[in-house]
């Protein structure tokens, strides 16, 4: 009998089947609001028990990347509502990815009076694009003040608020994949010498105030969070003493009482992979619902469910291309190619138009 398929019981969400569709980037939310493709989009593959959205910022600050949406103005909310009611009505429950992109960031893609903050005033090696001129070199961040760290767990605090006011199901904070909460954790991007650097504690000290903040205002059960040890996008090199930070970090999230811990292996796109070890550790030291995600197809999915692995499954580009996946996947049927011309640009191609099998 299929596990990948089954329901889950309560604690693991109360979803229509195991498999999770992972946040992806898509850049349509022209003037960083939510829109009608959008729903379109996220509908369409409603059929996963869980859809975390695409990366959205809690503020002007977090923006970043081009067209990204936010959940800190009411026009963001309104726009999140027809994308909630649309998903709820096909059955899946959805959960918005708070991202906060730090240091990743330029001036071009942020409105005039947004500030690129990180850790540590070190700029990430690499560029970033703008629609206005391209591709331009990542500027240097400005260092967080105490002040700043305050008003910016404010921020995650509004936006999950929001976030339940727009009908999401519960939040996902995005401690993965080089952005804010991530260049805490990092030595490289974390150079402070006050109660937020040095030491493993004082690195995760801003991730687990943010975690306990956002629980405070909506509720352990709505908030989970995704991590990458062993991810080295964003200019977040490997260190000797990661896999301690990351079993501590892992001690410290499972008192906090999160819904869920999603961790990130892209091994399969060419980064370093992420030990046995350390998924092994986040089993025994998590007592919540595990995600694991990384390059999965069907059968290696089924594998690693019925070995208690993990709770459930998240897949990214396979959902991109097949709204039908669950259906394609259940039937062994060959799946569309993504796209990958078309991840980031404006407009439904390679975004809505993927065809679905015919029935």
């Not at 003493?241 to 869920?260: H, R, S």
């Not at 986040?282 to 059968?299: E, P, V």
């Not at 569309?336 to 980031?344: E, I, K, R, S, V």
Request: charged share 20%; net charge neutral; glycine share 8%.
């Amino acid at each position: 009998m299929s596990v990948l398929f089954s329901k889950t019981v309560p604690g693991l969400l109360g979803l229509q089947n195991h498999l999770v569709m992972s946040p992806m980037t898509r850049s349509r939310a022209t003037d960083n609001i939510p829109n009608a493709i959008m729903a379109q989009y996220y509908s369409q593959r409603a059929t996963a028990g869980l859809i975390i959205t695409e990366g959205t910022s809690p503020s002007p600050n977090g923006l970043g990347y081009p067209r990204i949406p936010g959940i800190f103005s009411s026009a963001q909310v309104e726009g999140w509502k027809l994308i909630t009611d649309a998903v709820h009505a096909n059955g899946a429950k959805i959960f918005v990815q708070i991202m906060h992109c730090g240091r990743i960031a330029h001036p071009l893609n942020l409105p005039p009076e947004a500030r690129i903050l990180a850790p540590s005033a070190v700029a990430a090696a690499g560029e970033m694009f703008t629609d206005a001129e391209g591709n331009k070199p990542l500027p240097l961040p400005q260092a967080m003040t105490d002040a700043d760290i305050k008003i910016t767990v404010a921020e995650f605090v509004q936006a999950a608020k929001n976030a339940v006011t727009a009908g999401f199901d519960g939040i996902e904070l995005h401690g993965a994949n080089g952005y804010l909460l991530e260049q805490f954790i990092r030595p490289n991007s974390n150079l402070r010498s006050d109660i937020y650097g040095g030491s493993i504690e004082n690195r995760a000290r801003f991730v687990t105030e943010v975690a306990e903040a956002v629980i405070g205002a909506i509720g352990k059960d709505k908030v989970g969070i995704r991590l990458s040890p062993f991810g080295v996008f964003n200019d977040m090199p490997l260190y000797d003493k990661m896999e301690q930070d990351y079993t501590y970090l892992a001690q410290q999230l499972n008192n906090l009482g999160l819904v869920y811990i999603h961790l990130v292996d892209h091994s399969h796109m060419g980064a370093p992979p992420v030990p046995d070890t350390i998924k092994a550790t986040f089993r025994k030291l998590f007592n919540h619902t595990l995600i694991l995600s990384g390059g999965y197809d069907a059968r290696r999915s089924e594998i690693d469910l019925a070995e208690g692995k993990c709770d459930l499954i998240a897949v990214g580009r396979p959902f991109l291309a097949n709204p039908d996946l669950v259906t394609r996947w259940k039937t062994g049927s060959e799946l569309n190619p993504p796209d990958m011309a078309t991840f980031y640009t404006p407009g439904s191609r390679g975004y809505t138009d993927y065809p679905v099998l015919k029935k």
